[in-house]
C-alpha cells in the first residue's frame, strides 16, 4: 500500500536561509509523526508546502500517490489534506457552528449526509457544544484552539496538520488538548503536528523528526529521539558532553 504522503526531495530557501534541502519524508496511513525543531528551522514552511500554501522550490509532495503540483490550498483540502495554524484564524464575527459549517461546505469534496448534525458532532467531541451560538471572537484560548482544531475535522481530513496547538495553554489545558488529539488519531485519521512542548507530543505521535538547517537530523521513535546527543544540543541547548 503506498503511503498517504511522500515528501521527494522537496527543497526551499528563502534568499540564502535553507529551510528544505532535498527533504524526503514517508508518512504511512494512521501514523501520529511528531515534528521538533528549533525557531526557524522551516517546520510551519514544510506545512505550506504540503497544503499549497508555499510553492517548493524543488521536489514532490505525493498524497496516496498522486502529485499535488499545481493544486490550489483548497483543492488539497478537499482531497483530504487539513491543518490548524499555530495562531488561530477563526471567523470571528461569526458563531462558532457557523465556522465550523463553512469549513465543512466549501473544504469537504463528501458533502452527503447531514451537515448540522456532522458540525455538532465534532463540536461535542471538541468540547465546544455549548458554545455553539458564541461569536468566535469571544472564546478563550483554549476554546479557540479546540475550535482550530474542529474546524479542520469539519473537513473529513484524511490527513491532519497541527501546527503547534498546545502552545500557550496552562499544563490542565495542554492535557485537555492531548486527549482531544489521541480521540482524532484513534479514528484513523493521519497527524502530523509540529510541537514545541515535547511531552505533550510524546504523549501521542508514534515517531519523531527533526528539522534542522533544511534537513531531517533524527528520526525514530519519540522518547529515543529526543535522548540523543545531537538533538538535545541543538534543540534543548543542551552540550552533547554534558
Known amino acids: 500500500m503506498a503511503p498517504i504522503l511522500q515528501l521527494d526531495a522537496i527543497s526551499k530557501r528563502f534568499g540564502a536561509v535553507v529551510v528544505a534541502d532535498g527533504l524526503d519524508l514517508v508518512v504511512p496511513q494512521g501514523e501520529a509523526l511528531g515534528v521538533i525543531g528549533p525557531n526557524g528551522a522551516?517546520?510551519?514552511?514544510?506545512f505550506g508546502m504540503i497544503t499549497g500554501t508555499l510553492p517548493q522550490d524543488g521536489g514532490r509532495v505525493l498524497f496516496r500517490g498522486e502529485d499535488l503540483a499545481g493544486l490550489s490550498p483548497a483543492a488539497r483540502c478537499r482531497r483530504g489534506v487539513a491543518r490548524s495554524f499555530q495562531v488561530p484564524q477563526p471567523f470571528g464575527g461569526m458563531s462558532v457552528f457557523e465556522n465550523l459549517a463553512v469549513a465543512a461546505e466549501f473544504g469537504c469534496a463528501d458533502r452527503?449526509?447531514?451537515?448540522?448534525?456532522?458540525?455538532?458532532?465534532?463540536?461535542?467531541?471538541?468540547?465546544?457544544?455549548?458554545?455553539?451560538?458564541?461569536?468566535?471572537?469571544?472564546?478563550?484560548?483554549?476554546?479557540?484552539?479546540?475550535?482550530?482544531?474542529?474546524?479542520?475535522?469539519?473537513?473529513?481530513?484524511?490527513?491532519?496538520?497541527?501546527?503547534?496547538?498546545?502552545?500557550?495553554?496552562?499544563?490542565?489545558e495542554c492535557h485537555a488538548l492531548v486527549s482531544l488529539v489521541r480521540d482524532v488519531k484513534e479514528t484513523g485519521v493521519?497527524?502530523?503536528?509540529?510541537?514545541?512542548?515535547?511531552?505533550?507530543?510524546?504523549?501521542?505521535?508514534?515517531?519523531?523528526?527533526?528539522?534542522?538547517?533544511?534537513?531531517?537530523?533524527?528520526?525514530?521513535?519519540?522518547?529515543?529521539?529526543?535522548?540523543?546527543?545531537?538533538?538535545?544540543?541543538?534543540?534543548?541547548?543542551?552540550?552533547a558532553n554534558a
Open 112 to 172: 452527503s449526509g447531514d451537515l448540522a448534525a456532522s458540525c455538532g458532532e465534532i463540536l461535542e467531541r471538541c468540547g465546544l457544544i455549548d458554545q455553539a451560538n458564541r461569536p468566535a471572537g469571544s472564546l478563550t484560548l483554549l476554546q479557540r484552539k479546540r475550535l482550530e482544531l474542529a474546524r479542520a475535522l469539519a473537513t473529513r481530513p484524511q490527513l491532519l496538520l497541527l501546527d503547534e496547538v498546545a502552545g500557550g495553554l496552562t499544563d490542565e
Open 42 to 46: 522551516g517546520k510551519t514552511s514544510l
Open 190 to 239: 493521519t497527524i502530523i503536528w509540529i510541537e514545541h512542548i515535547v511531552h505533550a507530543l510524546v504523549a501521542v505521535v508514534d515517531r519523531l523528526v527533526v528539522l534542522h538547517g533544511g534537513a531531517f537530523i533524527a528520526d525514530g521513535e519519540p522518547r529515543e529521539v529526543i535522548r540523543r546527543p545531537q538533538v538535545m544540543e541543538i534543540y534543548m541547548g543542551i552540550p
